[in-house]
């Protein structure tokens, strides 16, 4: 959504923005290429993201830090940047499920990880997987999964690390697939799409972190910076709609737009996993 980030942070001459979520740097370097006076501050929390960037032709061009936008103030008061604009683009990356060997994706057999930043976490998928109890495991695949079948692949997971440790992906698919009903297995979305999210969403405590980012990117703005926030499932969503909702009853924002911007087809046409997309644009007073 390159082109509505664009076009609702509003950029003007030697504006600074941050760039909260980093990644391989496709939002700073379309902004740089329509907006090359621009000033970025870009955080990355995955250490090996962050040292990829270093590679891109635009990192010279920007500040970039290896670090969690949970620390977005203090990051912000160490470098004295005062942003007009931020943008948040939650979720995982490409190259996580493509290249991190970190367990993010089902379709590959790995460790089970899932951690962003490994240096800093020991909480792992595995570690849920096996020491955490049949009905708090129900309760993370319920809530952070949304998963209709979270009972049942509890006590899948129960059962099965019984035998011998989950360790690998492709394990866990497997228990997945056996304790759900035939229908489900056959459908579009993979069966194991829900948990697999869970998982990820406990071990680095991502709906916490989104709050707590949010909650400083709108301190931290100056008059009429605009705050742009692309997420990609319903949870994470609520989350932004509600602290903007309660922040514009507080007079400290205004909706840009109301409601929800979605990728336009031709997009989701050359990226399919921009469908799910769903941007929030607010403006502080």
């Known amino acids: 959504m390159l082109g509505e980030v664009l076009e609702y942070l509003s950029i003007k001459s030697g504006a600074k923005i941050i760039d909260a979520t980093l990644n391989g740097g496709g939002h700073t370097e379309g902004i740089l290429e329509k907006y090359p006076d621009t000033k ?14 270093q590679s891109h032709d635009i990192a010279s061009k920007i500040t970039a830090v290896n670090d969690s936008y949970v620390n977005l103030k203090n990051i912000a008061e160490r470098f004295d940047f005062r942003p007009d604009g931020i ?12 290249k991190s060997g970190r367990g993010f994706s089902f379709m590959r057999t790995e460790p089970l990880d899932m951690r962003f930043n490994p240096r800093v ?7 849920i997987v096996n020491t955490t109890s ?21 006590k899948g997971i129960a059962d099965s690390r019984k035998i011998k440790p989950i360790i690998e992906t492709t394990e866990l698919v497997e228990i997945i697939k056996a304790s759900v009903p ?15 999210q869970a998982l990820r969403i406990a071990v680095n405590g991502e709906l916490d972190n989104v709050a707590a980012g949010v909650l400083a990117a709108i301190d931290i703005l100056g008059p009429s910076g605009r ?9 994470e969503d609520r989350i932004v709609r509600e602290i903007f909702k309660n922040k514009t009853k507080e007079g400290i924002v205004r909706w840009v737009v109301k409601g929800t911007i979605k990728p336009d087809w031709e997009e989701v046409k050359t ?3 921009a469908r799910s997309a769903k941007m929030k644009v607010i403006e502080k007073i």
Do not use: C
């Open 134 to 154: 049949r009905d708090e495991l129900d309760k993370i695949l319920a809530d952070y999964g949304e998963e209709q079948f979270s009972a049942e692949i509890a």
């Open 40 to 53: 970025i501050l870009g955080i990355e929390w995955d250490p090996d993201i962050f040292q990829e960037f």
């Open 271 to 273: 990226n399919p996993r």
């Open 227 to 235: 705050l742009v926030v692309i997420s990609f499932h319903g949870l």
């Open 121 to 127: 976490n020991d909480m792992t998928a595995a570690n």
């Open 87 to 98: 943008i948040f683009d939650l979720g995982v990356s490409s190259i996580h499920y493509e």
């Open 182 to 196: 035939s229908w489900y297995r056959k459908r579009k979305i993979h069966p194991a799409t829900k948990t697999f």
